[in-house]
């Protein structure tokens, strides 16, 4: 097949190698009551013009909305379809949508900047404004056209205005399905506009099911510990067991509980193993925020103070590995960057 011109689509940071992408999963563990809700809405034949999917990395949302998206497409807002919003993979939606070519789906991501062939660091306002045109088109033979923003929190500013104006005049026939990490960083108003629908965590129970599938080769002592350290995120599980992602995610997890005496020369020597690792940067710091994040939110379950500390330095983090990603700066001073900022949280907060 003939490699196609490059475009948003095209461009798949969320493919894990050896794993089907999203778009070409059938599969969704763990997420039966959300699924529930959304079926409702859809065989009611009133579904919101927007849902708001949310939830840790990994854990599935894409693999929801691509399935909103193959049911709409296949059988339009109605009961015509399986209670479970299910479509066979021989049907011509499921075909197009697995292919990335369905006339009625738009998938908006972070794209690569035209002049120096780079992944941007944000989803820019000009994609986010293809929506306008995208929905203003002729619905397909299904009369419904649906658009994947994955993820909001790559907005910039801009973008998310100019999302604020598409579903503040929604049109018909059409759903957005907005996917978020973190939800709290979106304008209230986008979040208002969009009915929302959480997506947990996937149970242990789960993720012995999953991974038992998805890596018959590892024993089951193995897929325990990839389950521990994932947190309930299978996308984090199995990027985990490929390559140095085990190794990744133990020296995050090393770097939060020793920042507040960090070992300089140590953390420098694995800077060093960091920038021989494809994507390594990307990959631990990705470790690092999820870590941290399952930290926060275990100690927000706790009743513990000073929350407000460390979804400050959580935010920080976020932006410069992003910032690191995106202008390939030196592995080294971000990552002694980031033990002087979990460092400061520790002294301002406590141990997370």
């Not at 794209?111 to 293809?130: A, F, I, N, Y």
Request: aromatic share 4%.
């Amino acid at each position: 097949m003939a490699r196609k011109p490059k475009s948003t689509e095209n461009i798949e940071l969320d493919r894990i190698e050896g794993v089907d992408h999203p778009r070409q999963t059938t599969r969704l563990t763990g997420h039966d009551g959300a699924l529930a809700i959304v079926a409702r809405a859809l065989h009611n034949g009133k579904p919101p013009a927007a849902w708001l999917i949310c939830g840790p990395p990994g854990v599935g949302k894409a693999t929801m909305a691509y399935r909103i998206a193959r049911y709409l497409l296949a059988y339009g807002a109605g009961n015509k379809g399986p209670a479970d919003l299910s479509v066979p993979a021989n049907d011509p939606a499921s075909i197009q949508v697995a292919a990335g070519s369905h006339p009625g789906l738009l998938v908006l991501k972070r794209s690569t900047d035209p002049d120096s062939g780079k992944m941007m660091s944000v989803l820019s306002v000009g994609e986010v404004r293809r929506l306008a045109a995208f929905f203003g088109m002729t619905s397909g033979a299904g009369g419904w056209r649906v658009a994947i923003v994955d993820t909001a929190d790559d907005m910039n500013d801009s973008a998310a205005n100019a999302l604020l104006k598409l579903l503040e005049e929604p049109p018909s026939r059409a759903m957005l399905l907005v996917l978020s990490n973190t939800p709290g960083r979106l304008l209230p108003t986008i979040r208002s506009r969009c009915q929302r629908l959480n997506l947990r965590p996937l149970s242990d129970g789960d993720m012995t099911i999953e991974l038992a599938r998805l890596l018959p080769e590892l024993d089951a002592d193995e897929r325990a510990a990839l389950a521990r350290l994932a947190g309930g995120s299978l996308g984090a599980a199995l990027r985990l067991a490929g390559g140095e992602g085990l190794t990744l995610a133990q020296e995050a997890d090393r770097l939060i509980d020793q920042a507040a005496r960090p070992d300089i020369p140590a953390l420098f020597a694995f800077a060093e193993k960091t920038a021989r690792i494809a994507d390594g940067l990307d990959m631990f710091g990705g470790f690092l925020t999820q870590s941290l994040a399952e930290r926060i939110r275990a100690r927000a379950l706790g009743g513990q103070a000073r929350l407000d500390v460390w979804v400050g330095a959580l935010e920080r983090l976020g932006k410069s590995f992003s910032r690191s990603d995106a202008l390939h700066l030196d592995p080294r001073q971000t990552l002694l960057s980031a033990a002087r900022e979990l460092g400061s949280a520790i002294r301002r907060a406590g141990v997370v």
